[in-house]
């Protein structure tokens, strides 16, 4: 069983800044990736993800503002967010795809999410 735990939510005026940790903890081998969405209403959107390797994707919307690193000792990942707008608001969720044993047994899940809020 693996775990994920979200932390550094909050609310923030624009052009404020937030730095979002999610730590995995369990039955961990290893972690080929880890990401993080948001939701607003129904609508899932991929903010960043970065692999065991290092490389990174972002959401079109988060233009050079956003920034997602890992520490792979803590099982951890980062998202530095700067220049925040409000329309960044939503509840920010941390994902995984996680090797929980030797033999290509994976578990991808997710965290509870962390609300951001953006306003004046």
């Known amino acids: 069983q693996v775990q994920l735990m979200e932390s550094g939510g909050g609310s923030v005026q624009p052009g404020g800044s937030l730095r979002l940790s999610c730590a995995a903890s369990?039955?961990?081998?290893?972690?080929?990736?880890m990401g993080w969405y948001r939701h607003e209403g129904k609508q899932r959107e991929l903010v960043a993800v970065i692999?065991?390797?290092?490389?990174?994707n972002y959401g079109d919307f988060v233009k050079g503002r956003f920034t997602i690193s890992r520490d792979n000792a803590k099982n951890t990942v980062y998202l530095q967010m700067n220049g925040l707008k409000p329309e960044d608001t939503a509840v920010y969720f941390c994902?995984?795809?996680?090797?929980?044993?030797?033999?290509?047994?994976?578990?991808?899940?997710w965290g509870q999410g962390t609300q951001v809020t953006v306003s004046s």
């Open positions: 994902d995984a795809d996680v090797n929980i044993d030797h033999v290509g047994s994976t578990w991808t899940g």
């Open positions: 369990g039955s961990i081998v290893s972690i080929n990736a």
């Open positions: 692999t065991s390797d290092g490389s990174t």
